[in-house]
């Protein structure tokens, strides 16, 4: 055997051990395949979701080939969500779908992705990821997306398509009667408390304060005729004096705040008719809260319904 031979004999000899040495510290029986992984669902079913992270991204290192490696991949997913990480859950779950186009995780992984864009405001995305999800063949799921679409057109306030995807959810699932009480409230949303803005700026024209007094903004309405009449009493003493140039002045002056009274009253109709709208909506939300939960004996995903009346 030449010099050679024995460098070649002598490396094989070397990674040989290498690799023996590796099984030993992170083993590779089914065991310890199993102890790694299930540490992984302990931190994340805990509720510790960075650790969780970090204990499946270990076990895909160190597994490369096992069966688990697509459902860690999830997990991660999954984690990053529960943990507020909207932005890197997204990038997570495209990185699946891409990787994983067959997976049977796949069309969780779009409401998941669909709900962590609706969170953000991204409503065009967020409404594309849960049209997928809602073709699922799984009746729960299809239930789940259309509910979550149709609080997408809520937040849109387009109240037809809203209604038209509380609709399509089943008459059997669980989330059914908060669609159908959301729906039946949606109906009365045009029969809501209004304040007129051309009421608001016709009672502001009149009396300075008086269209604020309209639309129940009493501090406002104090200050508009406060101010309003200290210029109009100044600009009065000032001309009573002959003192033109000083009261042309305020007047000027006075017609701003005149003016300003004006659209402050219009804008406080816009305001307050925007605001019972929200705390109706807001109401309807509150009546219904929908929270994401695995089980983890059947590893199948649930929304948890909790409904208060």
């Known amino acids: 055997m030449n010099i050679l031979q024995r460098i070649g004999v002598c490396a094989l000899c070397c990674m040989a051990l290498s690799v023996a040495s590796v099984s030993v510290v992170y083993g590779e029986g089914p065991e310890e ?38 459902k860690s991949r999830f997990r991660i997913c999954e984690s990053y969500y529960r943990a507020g990480r909207l932005q890197e859950a997204i990038d ?12 049977p995780f796949r069309e969780d992984a779009f409401y998941l992705k669909g709900l962590s864009e609706k969170e953000l405001k991204r ?6 990821s849960l049209a997928i999800s809602s073709a699922s063949f799984s009746k ?21 398509s809203a209604r038209a ?17 959301f729906s039946s409230g949606l109906d009365s949303i045009d029969r809501l408390p209004r304040k007129s803005p051309g009421i608001a700026g016709t009672l502001a024209a009149v009396l300075p304060g008086a269209g604020h007094v309209y639309t129940e903004r009493p501090r406002d309405a104090l200050v508009a005729f406060l101010l309003n009449g200290a210029f ?19 007047t000027f002056f006075e017609l701003g705040w005149y003016t300003g009274n004006i659209y402050s009253a219009v804008g406080s109709a816009h ?13 309807l ?25």
């Open 271 to 283: 305001k307050y008719n925007r605001r019972i709208k929200m705390q109706f909506i807001h109401n």
């Open 123 to 128: 409503h065009d995305e967020a409404l594309s």
């Open 140 to 160: 729960d799921l299809r239930d789940r997306s259309f509910f979550q679409i149709a609080l997408i057109y809520v937040d849109r306030e387009d109240w037809e």
């Open 232 to 250: 109009i009493w100044a600009a009065v003493e000032l001309f009573e004096d002959e003192n033109y140039a000083a009261g042309g002045l305020v």
């Open 165 to 181: 995807s509380f609709s399509k959810i089943s008459k059997d699932s669980t989330l059914y009667p908060s669609a159908s009480s």
């Open 92 to 103: 997570s779950l495209t990185g699946f779908i891409a990787d994983y186009p067959a997976s």
């Open 285 to 309: 939300k509150e009546r219904t809260s929908l929270s994401y939960r695995y089980d983890r004996d059947d590893s199948r995903h649930y929304v948890a319904l909790n409904v208060s009346f």
């Open 33 to 70: 395949v199993k102890k790694q992984y299930d540490f992984a669902e302990y931190l994340f079913n805990e509720g510790d979701y960075f650790r969780a992270i970090s204990e499946y991204k270990r076990f895909i290192f160190i597994y490369p080939g096992n069966r688990l490696i697509e």
